[in-house]
C-alpha cells in the first residue's frame, strides 16, 4: 500500500512526518527522508534529513531558479536499496521527480518492490504524480491518522 500524503503548500506536513516519525521510529524499521525548509539570504534551502538525522542540503530556490543536489538524493537512494526497511517516508516528491530528477529513482524503486511507503505530494500535483508513476494500490490522506504500518 503507498500512501500519498498531500494538502497546500505550508501546512505543517513535514512537521507531522516528523512527529510521526519520532512516534514509530523506535518500534518500526522506517527509512525516513525528509525535506526541511530553511531561509538565508533571500534563498528557500530544504535540508534533507534521514531518520531525523540531517544529512546535507538538498534543493536551492532563488529567484525562482531551482537549484537541487542530485548526488545527495542518489545517497538516498543507495540506502533505499542497500538496507531492507518496513516502512518508507519520502518527502517530498514534485515536478522534479516528475521530470525523472531528485526522488524519482527512490520512488521508481519502492513502487516496483511494492514496499509500503507514504510519499508526500503537492495537492495540485496529486493526480499526475499518480499517473505518472502508474501507482495502483494507493490511498490519498490528508492526516496522518489511521495509517497502517504492517
Known amino acids: 500500500m503507498f500512501y500519498i500524503y498531500s494538502s497546500k503548500i505550508n501546512t505543517g506536513k513535514t512537521t507531522k512526518l516528523f512527529d510521526l516519525e519520532k512516534k ?32 546535507n542540503k538538498i534543493v536551492e530556490v532563488e529567484n525562482k531558479k531551482i537549484y537541487y543536489y ?17 516502512f518508507y517516508i519520502i518527502d517530498e516528491a514534485g515536478l522534479l521527480e516528475l521530470s525523472k530528477k531528485g526522488f524519482y529513482k527512490t520512488i521508481k524503486y519502492l513502487i516496483k518492490k511494492d514496499k509500503k511507503s507514504i510519499f508526500v505530494v503537492r495537492d495540485f500535483l496529486v493526480e499526475s ?8 494500490n494507493y490511498k490519498v490522506i490528508n492526516s496522518l491518522n489511521n495509517i497502517c504500518l504492517k
Not at 33 to 50: A, H, M, P, Q
Not at 129 to 136: A, L, M, R
Request: charged content about 30%.
Open 129 to 136: 504524480f499518480i499517473e505518472f508513476f502508474k501507482i495502483k
Open 24 to 55: 514509530i521510529i523506535n518500534r518500526y524499521n522506517v527509512c525516513s527522508f525528509l525535506s526541511v525548509k530553511r531561509f538565508k539570504n533571500n534563498k528557500r534551502i530544504y535540508d534533507l534529513y534521514f531518520n531525523g538525522k540531517k544529512i
Open 70 to 86: 542530485q548526488k545527495v538524493f542518489d545517497f538516498a537512494f543507495y540506502i533505499i536499496k542497500k538496507y531492507n526497511f518496513e
